[in-house]
């Protein structure tokens, strides 16, 4: 047997998220189809985490065993082949047997895009989140930094269906920044982990700074809160990126 490790790019719209779920299309469950297709048994691949529906990825890894002898090449030209063109496998390495994609993770990199003219291009609409409202983006720009270090993320966090077994949403955010380019309002921030929903919070909460209803100043007392009827709104899925996953070298 072998551990194959992907790294894959997608443009999450048309799919219903990454993680399988019965009679919707998912990035995960195209995958197994298509490597299960490959092998001649059932396949399962394992991936650093859970994009949203509608989310996007540039980088995101994923793993799984196989027992097919085909050369690296040959296996990402098969599915490339086989897989819709939204989906494309980037690289594909092997691995050692053990290799966890989502517990071997040492940092993930997300970024979300938000759209800032009048008018959005049909052509663009499906990669931002169009806001063409007034903003202070000033201080949304000095709000960003708020985010970063190790604290309770809750009240960013979305209801779980793994909230029972209490598990910590204690997270660490090493960086946390925001700046405009062009038309274009960038979020982009790196951390340990995030929870379900968490980086679209975040932004649908930058989104209320710039509209005036909190302060940058107001935000750690909005983390220290652990309340998520304090934080904003989730932000579209279709302006948030996955740029990258880091592991151990």
Same mark, same amino acid.
Not at 27 to 38: D, F, H, V
Not at 103 to 111: G, I, Q
């Given at each position: 047997?072998? /551990?194959?490790? %992907?790294?894959?790019?997608?443009?999450?719209?048309?799919?219903?998220?990454?993680?399988? +779920?019965?009679?919707?299309?998912?990035? +995960?469950?195209?995958?197994?189809?298509?490597?299960?297709?490959? =092998?001649?048994?059932?396949?399962?691949?394992?991936?650093?985490? /859970?994009?949203d529906a509608g989310v996007h990825a540039l980088g995101q890894?994923?793993?799984?065993?196989?027992?097919?002898?085909?050369?690296?090449?040959?296996?990402?030209?098969?599915?490339?082949? %086989?897989?819709?063109? &939204?989906?494309?496998?980037?690289? !594909?390495?092997?691995?050692?047997?053990?290799? +966890?994609?989502?517990?071997?993770?040492?940092?993930?990199?997300?970024?979300?895009?938000?759209?800032?003219?009048?008018?959005?291009?049909?052509?663009?609409?499906?990669? !931002?989140?169009?806001?063409?409202?007034?903003?202070?983006?000033?201080? !949304?720009?000095?709000? &960003?930094?708020?985010?970063?270090?190790?604290?309770?993320?809750?009240?960013?966090?979305?209801?779980?269906?793994?909230?029972?077994?209490?598990?910590?949403?204690? /997270?660490?955010?090493?960086?946390?920044? &925001?700046?405009?380019?062009?038309?274009?309002?960038?979020?982009?921030? /790196?951390?340990?982990?995030?929870?379900?929903?968490?980086?679209?919070?975040?932004?649908?909460?930058?989104?209320?700074?710039?509209?005036?209803?909190?302060?940058? =100043?107001?935000?750690?007392?909005?983390?220290?809160?652990?309340?998520?009827?304090l934080g904003g709104a989730t932000a579209p899925g279709s302006?948030?990126?996955?740029?990258?996953?880091?592991?151990?070298?």
């Amino acid at each position: 047997m072998r /551990r194959i490790r %992907f790294t894959l790019a997608y443009d999450g719209t048309d799919f219903h998220g990454w993680q399988v +779920q019965p009679g919707q299309v998912t990035i +995960q469950g195209t995958l197994q189809e298509i490597l299960s297709r490959l =092998e001649g048994t059932p396949v399962i691949v394992h991936g650093s985490g /859970r994009t949203d529906a509608g989310v996007h990825a540039l980088g995101q890894v994923a793993a799984c065993t196989m027992a097919n002898p085909l050369p690296l090449r040959n296996l990402q030209m098969a599915l490339n082949r %086989f897989l819709p063109p &939204a989906i494309r496998v980037l690289s !594909v390495e092997e691995a050692p047997l053990d290799f +966890q994609p989502r517990f071997d993770a040492v940092a993930k990199t997300y970024e979300y895009r938000i759209a800032r003219e009048e008018v959005c291009s049909p052509f663009e609409r499906r990669y !931002v989140h169009h806001y063409p409202y007034p903003l202070d983006e000033a201080a !949304v720009l000095r709000a &960003a930094p708020y985010f970063a270090g190790e604290h309770d993320f809750s009240t960013f966090a979305a209801a779980d269906a793994r909230d029972e077994l209490d598990y910590s949403k204690v /997270r660490t955010i090493f960086s946390s920044q &925001a700046w405009r380019d062009g038309d274009r309002l960038f979020y982009r921030v /790196r951390g340990t982990g995030f929870l379900k929903h968490m980086v679209r919070n975040l932004v649908g909460t930058l989104i209320e700074v710039g509209k005036g209803n909190h302060r940058p =100043e107001d935000l750690p007392g909005l983390i220290a809160a652990r309340d998520r009827s304090l934080g904003g709104a989730t932000a579209p899925g279709s302006g948030l990126f996955l740029v990258s996953v880091e592991y151990p070298t």
